[in-house]
Structures are given as structure tokens and as C-alpha cells.
């Protein structure tokens, strides 16, 4: 009996899709060969993180946070210092080349940006092939900007190794340079050793310290014009007859793959040891946040969505409209004889407004403050006052002392 070639190829396309013909089975199998008690369960999609709770959703009252992909993320309001999002914010982990953020804050804060740079030897070949880079030749003379420009856009790893030799004259130098800075800034539980991020043992950081870091590097308005920069063209130069074009490799600014609505920039990075890593700093309003995010194995940019929309959407900024009259302080019963004024107060004073960031229409009268006196051996006393949610610091303000206290004896 023939067989019509519009049947035939029904039933060719039929055993395709049974798999007759792809997995070598027959191609007409019995119902009750396939029908079994239990369905095939979808394989899991989410990486082992992707349940594990932030440890902000732990404080009473707290809006809970999205589920990610990230093992340690966090989200920080950059004007308050308020830390809106936290999961295994202290676990040690690779940064990758978010590195560069404090290798170009430390040469914003260090260098002359207009001054030139000429790439030594070491620095031209002193990185693995195929590894992020410029292909930048020994003797190649750049200004401190084009260099810069290469680190946070094109991620050139060659270049962060020479703007650490403009810096600190060498690259070992520049790593003590840079845990010292990191120290200052308050990071405990970092430690880098090359200023690049590619792999090593001995170069970590966390997600609480690298938003210490970001936070700091946003501050710089130098900084920011290498964190936020779209494109940028590095004309010829004495080693390469053509111009470089460096794009932003963050996917979340306007008109890329996953662009966010307020994304102004940062930094990527990716190692397989670190994984995915990346710092946003976005914009609504007249609020700012930074997010971190470490060990995002194919998440990151979706992770970094969620959490600014968390941040967004759940927290509001609130000037708490602090007095700026002079703040009550007892003094020692024989203060009062040697001090002008003769009473117990001492002219604390505020001079620019406070913020909290708190969960959305929060009753601000109802947090709770901790006041703490800071002692100054170079100038004026100043008096912080800590704003806390349900014991949790969620802003704080200085008040500054008018007059020092040679002013005031009699």
C-alpha cells in the first residue's frame, strides 16, 4: 500500500517527537508504557542561594526581600548609610573587577588626572592572555583619564596594574595602599592583593565592605565620571595608530540589554572562581542606592532588578526636621563656675538636615535615638544622634559645638 508524502511526513514528524528517531526507540510506544504515578519533575533553575533569606527580613516590621539568585548581596541608600537589604553580607567571597573601584577611587584621591601615563613593561604583560584589556604596549603614553577610563569601562586589567604603578610607584605599594584606604573606610573583612580582581586567594572582600567602598567612591565626583560614563574614545596614540572605543560593559544603563530605569552606572566583574559580581548605583527621586551583588552565577542583572525595585518601592527617605537650637548637656557642678554661661547646656548646634530611610509611611516619631558625645582634639565637640527602627540604625546625624571650649571660660 503507498503511502501519501503528507502522511509520511506526519508520521516522521510524529516519531521526532516521541523520540523514536532521535533516541534510537521505537517509534509507537503503548499507553501504559508512558504513563507513570508521578509527572518528571521540572529540574530546579535556581541556584542553592536562591531560598536563603536576607537577614534583614528578620527585624520586626521590615519589608520582606525578593528572592535572588546572588549567595551575598545588599542594598545601601548611599545619603543615609541605611542598609535596606542584607543576605550573607559578611561572608568572605571574590570580588572580581569590581576591584577597580577602589583602585580608581585611590588614583582620583592620589593622581592629577590631566597628568600622562606611559605603561611599563611589567604592566603590559604582567596579565594572563585573553584576560580583560586594552592591548596597551610598552611605552604607550595615555593621560590618567584615558587610563582610568579603561579600568571602569573596558575593565582593562593591564591598566589597572599601570595606574598602580603611577600611584604608588609600584604595584605592591599600591595593594598596602589599598588595605589601608579599605581600612579607613571601615571594611573588616577584606583584603586585596592586586588591584585588578583576577584570581587569587589572598584577595577577597564582602558585601558589606564593598558598599563601604562604593559609598566612599560615589562621594568623589571625580569618581563618578568614570562609574557612569556611557562611551569613550581614546584617540591614537604613540603605539597605536587607531582610535579605542570603551563602552560601559553595565547592562542595566539606558538602552542596554537589560536597562533599568535609573541605573547611572558602576562596575561588573567575573571570574569563574568569583562568579558574577556587579555594584549599580541607581536614582529616583531625590534617592540614591547602591547594590552589590557577589557569586551571581548568571543572575546578576535580574538579582540587581529586583533588589532596586525592593529598595524602591518599599523605603522612603524622611528629613526628620531636627532643631537646630542649641542640644542640653549636664555639666559637673564646677563647670559652672569657670564656664561663661554659667548654666548646664552646651551650644551644640545642627547645620544641615538629617534623613532616615525607613519602610514606607513609618511614624518617624516613634524611633528610637542614641545619643553619643565625640570628643574632637584638633577643633569644636560634635554630638551623633543615631535614628533606630526597632533597633535597627536606619540614619544619623551630627550636631557641631559653636564655640570650643577656651571660648567659653571666663
Not at 596614540?237 to 558602576?266: C, I, S
Request: hydrophobic share 35%.
Amino acid at each position: 500500500m503507498r503511502i501519501k508524502k503528507s502522511r509520511f511526513l506526519r508520521l516522521a514528524i510524529s516519531c521526532l517527537l516521541c523520540g523514536g528517531l532521535l533516541l534510537n526507540q521505537p517509534a509507537f510506544i503503548s499507553a501504559s508504557e508512558t504513563d507513570t504515578s508521578t509527572p518528571t519533575p521540572t529540574p530546579n533553575p535556581h541556584t542553592e542561594y536562591y531560598t536563603q533569606e536576607a537577614s534583614t527580613d528578620s527585624i520586626e516590621g521590615w519589608p520582606k526581600g525578593p528572592q535572588i539568585e546572588a549567595e551575598s548581596a545588599i542594598v545601601m541608600d548611599v545619603y543615609t548609610e541605611t542598609i535596606l537589604y542584607a543576605k550573607n553580607a559578611d561572608k568572605k567571597q571574590y570580588p572580581a573587577s569590581i576591584t577597580k573601584i577602589l583602585t580608581t577611587l585611590l588614583a582620583c584621591e592620589n593622581l592629577d588626572l590631566s597628568d600622562d601615563l606611559v605603561v611599563s613593561q611589567n604592566a603590559a604583560y604582567g596579565i594572563e592572555p585573553g584576560s580583560s584589556s586594552i592591548y596597551a604596549d610598552t611605552d604607550e603614553k595615555f593621560t590618567v583619564t584615558q587610563a582610568l577610563m579603561a579600568v571602569m569601562l573596558e575593565s582593562a586589567n593591564e591598566m589597572s596594574l599601570a595606574v598602580a604603578e603611577k600611584t604608588s610607584g609600584s604595584v605592591k605599594k599600591f595593594v598596602e595602599l589599598m588595605n589601608a584606604r579599605a581600612r579607613q573606610l571601615g571594611c573588616t573583612s577584606s583584603h586585596f592583593n592586586n588591584p585588578n580582581g583576577l584570581p587569587d586567594e589572598t584577595h577577597y572582600t564582602t558585601a558589606s565592605d564593598m558598599a563601604k567602598i562604593a559609598k566612599a567612591a560615589w562621594f568623589n565626583p571625580l569618581f563618578r565620571k568614570f562609574a557612569t560614563k556611557d562611551l569613550y574614545e581614546i584617540p591614537p596614540t604613540n603605539k597605536q595608530p587607531e582610535t579605542r572605543y570603551l563602552l560601559n560593559h553595565h547592562k542595566m544603563m539606558a538602552g542596554r540589554d537589560y536597562a533599568y530605569d535609573g541605573v547611572l552606572g558602576g562596575k561588573t566583574g567575573y571570574t569563574e572562581a568569583a562568579g558574577s559580581t556587579l555594584v549599580t548605583y541607581a536614582k529616583r527621586g531625590s534617592t540614591i542606592l547602591l547594590v552589590v551583588v557577589l557569586n551571581s552565577v548568571n543572575g546578576c542583572w535580574s538579582d540587581t532588578a529586583a533588589l532596586l525595585d525592593y529598595g524602591f518601592d518599599n523605603f522612603e527617605r524622611v528629613n526628620m526636621k531636627v532643631e537646630k537650637e542649641p542640644v542640653p548637656r549636664e555639666t559637673l557642678p564646677s563647670e559652672k563656675y569657670i564656664l561663661k554661661n554659667g548654666g548646664n547646656t552646651y551650644p551644640f548646634y545642627s547645620i544641615r538636615n538629617v534623613y532616615v530611610s525607613v519602610p514606607t509611611e513609618t511614624d518617624t516619631s516613634k524611633l528610637t535615638t542614641k545619643k553619643t558625645l565625640l570628643t574632637n582634639a584638633a577643633g569644636p565637640m560634635r554630638l551623633k544622634t543615631e535614628y533606630y527602627y526597632n533597633d535597627y540604625p536606619v540614619g544619623w546625624g551630627i550636631r557641631y559645638e559653636r564655640n570650643i571650649l577656651s571660648d567659653l571660660l571666663s
